[in-house]
T-cell receptor
Framework: DTGVSQDPRHKITKRGQNVTFRCDPI?????LYWYRQTLGQGPEFLTY????????KSRLLSDRFSAERPKGSFSTLEIQRTEQGDSAMYLC?????????????FGPGTRLLVL | DAKTTQPPSMDCAEGRAANLPCNHS???????VYWYRQIHSQGPQYIIH???NNETNEMASLIITEDRKSSTLILPHATLRDTAVYYC????????????????FGTGTRLQVTL
């Protein structure tokens, strides 16, 4: 069990540029979540995948954001035309399967700074 | 999911037990209490969860009151490495695979362990 990994760990970009983050969940975990965390706040839910299907999106996920999980394994989160307000930590979490006591395991996050 | 209330900060001497309280007076009968912690610049780390009974694992103990309106996370022998933000989260069980079991984080308790 190597844990959830995320890449890159840090990203600095200029306003207006596109960025893409990758998340590799724990092997065989079929549920994957993305969260965003701004300074001083707890993480906020963005979106959720069951295998390759994106089943739920938060209102926080504007049309500049898109997430994919093409083969039901790794996932990518892309932000187009970045804005300074997108500066945050982007966290990925995975779980094995749906259960009453589903436990999410988080990756280390990708810290984005938009200049 | 029910809302939780935690003190914003607490201090604890190294080697002593850290007792972190959480109020969740509107919790429903089937909602679980989860605890995560987040060490600076890292992703949240799962600690423990419970429904009605007290729970213990290698990291901590969780004490849930009989009426389930509050709980306490106990770190029996706090070390400097336990300095982190601790989040208490109440979450309904996953009903089906199409439903995201999103975690709703508050601002947590910042625990400072000192020498």
């Amino acid at each position: 069990d190597t844990g959830v990994s995320q890449d890159p760990r840090h990203k600095i970009t200029k306003r207006g540029q596109n960025v893409t983050f990758r998340c590799d969940p724990i092997s065989e975990h079929n549920r994957l979540y993305w969260y965003r965390q701004t300074l001083g706040q707890g993480p906020e839910f963005l979106t959720y995948f069951q295998n390759e299907a994106q089943l739920e999106k938060s209102r926080l996920l504007s049309d500049r954001f898109s997430a994919e999980r093409p083969k039901g394994s790794f996932s990518t989160l892309e932000i187009q035309r970045t804005e300074q307000g997108d500066s945050a930590m982007y966290l990925c979490a995975s779980t094995l399967r749906a259960s009453a006591q589903e436990t999410q395991y988080f990756g280390p996050g990708t810290r984005l700074l938009v200049l | 999911d029910a809302k939780t209330t935690q003190p914003p900060s607490m201090d604890c001497a190294e080697g002593r037990a850290a007792n972190l309280p959480c109020n969740h007076s509107t919790i429903s009968g089937n909602e679980y209490v989860y605890w995560y912690r987040q060490i600076h610049s890292q992703g949240p780390q799962y600690i423990i969860h419970g429904l009605k009974n007290n729970e213990t694992n290698e990291m901590a103990s969780l004490i849930i009151t009989e009426d389930r309106k509050s709980s306490t996370l106990i770190l029996p022998h706090a070390t400097l490495r336990d300095t982190a933000v601790y989040y208490c989260i109440v979450r309904a069980p996953t009903i089906n695979t199409g439903t995201a079991s999103k975690l709703t984080f508050g601002t947590g308790t910042r625990l400072q362990v000192t020498l």
